[in-house]
Nanobody, 117 residues
């Protein structure tokens, strides 16, 4: 049984940093594509960043230059380091897993990130 468990969300002031973690069980993240999505209130869920089995990464849109995705294969955990946070980064952040060549199939429960002064 595949499970993804996120942690690390919370309340942070604009300009601050947070690091989200997603630990997988039942599957090896190093052989799959891991992604972070976010869903702001009343909006759709969008991809923020992903890391592939060859460790290549993509960071999307406004997160470029501020967010970094990485993984620790020994811990079977993927991270999202978020710097220079803005109020518009406020959202529920979800970890997801896709088998190579397939759509994201497995999802975590989400973790709330609130950027506010």
């Amino acid at each position: 049984q595949v499970q993804l468990v996120e942690s690390g969300g919370g309340l942070v002031q604009p300009g601050g940093s947070l690091r989200l973690s997603c630990t997988a069980s039942g599957i090896l993240i190093s052989r799959n594509v891991m992604g972070w999505y976010r869903q702001p209130p009343g909006k759709q869920r969008d991809l923020v960043a992903e890391i592939r089995s060859d460790t290549s990464t993509t960071v999307a849109g406004s997160a470029k230059g501020r967010f970094t995705i990485s993984r620790d294969s020994a811990k079977n955990t993927v991270y999202l380091q978020m710097n220079s946070l803005k109020t518009e980064d406020t959202a529920v952040y979800y970890c997801a897993l896709a088998r190579p060549g397939y759509a994201y199939t497995y999802w975590g429960q989400g973790t709330q990130v609130t950027v506010s002064s």
